[in-house]
């Protein structure tokens, strides 16, 4: 998701004071993820040590890292790039 839209970290990862509505999104998405994180550690598919304080980490982390590669241009120097 991160990949694919750049903003989706920024909105998870601010809190909106003043704007009720974005407020109850923010708190209704969090509270999925510490149900997500209870349901795969019983199941067994994530670490116990894994905490919410975890996603912070991961959603903060460097964005290109989890971004695909860029598509190569048509540009003489990048000719290259098409084989």
Same mark, same amino acid.
């Given at each position: 998701?991160?990949?694919?839209?750049? *903003?989706? =970290?920024? @909105?998870?990862?601010?809190?909106? +004071?003043? @704007? +009720? &509505?974005?407020?109850? /999104? /923010?708190?209704? =998405?969090? $509270?999925?993820?510490? &149900?997500?994180? *209870?349901?795969?550690?019983?199941?067994?598919?994530?670490? $116990?040590?894994? !905490?919410?304080?975890?996603?912070?980490?991961?959603?903060? =982390?460097?964005? &290109?890292?989890?971004?695909?590669?860029? !598509? +190569?241009?048509? !540009?003489?120097? =990048?000719?290259?790039? /098409?084989?």
């Amino acid at each position: 998701m991160q990949a694919a839209d750049r *903003g989706f =970290a920024d @909105v998870l990862t601010m809190s909106f +004071p003043g @704007v +009720p &509505e974005l407020e109850q /999104h /923010h708190a209704r =998405a969090y $509270e999925g993820f510490l &149900e997500l994180i *209870g349901r795969a550690k019983s199941s067994g598919h994530l670490r $116990e040590d894994f !905490t919410s304080r975890d996603l912070v980490l991961l959603l903060m =982390a460097k964005p &290109e890292s989890s971004a695909p590669p860029p !598509t +190569p241009s048509r !540009t003489p120097g =990048a000719a290259w790039w /098409h084989g």
